[in-house]
DNA sequence: TATATTTGCTACCCAAAGCGTAGCGAATCT
DNA sequence: AGATTCGCTACGCTTTGGGTAGCAAATATA
């Protein structure tokens, strides 16, 4: 039995209720989920491509969370690669954040214990 | 050798440059450490109050998502339990919208494939 | 004070997920 | 034709997650 994707409405890793805030947790808390679609998000990327930018993912897992953004209608293929849908975008817009956000943390957790 | 936790600036699963958006997505990408942040953004909760919202989580990884999220910074033991740093709050803050977009993006989900 | 309960874990062991490497068939370049 | 690139899949090993049991400390109860 191929690994199962998280759907919203039916019960998933973590939640018996299936409320969507939980299979999309289910989906995004796989290693490289998040890491693909910020990959993803400057444009389509070839399989091989992707695999770069995310340096150190085997493709066995990188094909797993691609199929699974896939049926979760977040990635798509088309001409040049892999690349976000609509919903996709949607999605990296709420990510963005968390970038700049990194930095400050980053800076914080430095300055806390450090030295 | 117990689990290690992602910190920015040092390489981490995923990421051999350490940039602080990969360390925060190892972090956030293990089971259960978003759904943790989530049920905390109400309140501290002590451990087995946790463990029950979090229907199916075993004290095991709870345990070990909650060192990781203390090591971070992003949550902490207080009088009333577990609860989020400021950090941590800072950081739901930014998770807050991902609630109604799932909402939103089950719906579509359901539209496009069901039946 | 003794007992019972709750709390915050840890130990243990099995199952699932992830990783690394190799390599294959199809498409594209030379 | 030969070489390279592309999108994977197979395989075996390591790491992570899950389930259950249970323990020591704190708190409630008698």
Not at 71 to 93: C, F, H, K
Request: charged share 20%; with cysteine; aromatic share 8%.
């Amino acid at each position: 039995m191929p690994a199962q994707v998280p759907i919203p409405g039916q019960p998933v890793r973590g939640s018996k209720s299936g409320k969507p805030i939980m299979a999309l947790f289910d989906l995004l808390g796989r290693s490289w989920a998040l890491g693909v679609l910020w990959q993803l998000s400057e444009g389509g990327l070839t399989f091989r491509a992707l695999q770069d930018r995310c340096e150190m993912v085997s493709p066995t897992v990188l094909n797993r969370r691609l199929k699974e953004l896939s049926a979760s209608g977040l990635v798509a293929r088309g001409e040049d690669g892999y690349a976000l849908t609509e919903a996709g975008q949607e999605l990296y817009a709420l990510l963005r954040p968390f970038g700049p956000w990194a930095q400050s943390w980053a800076a914080m957790l430095n300055g806390m214990d450090r030295d």
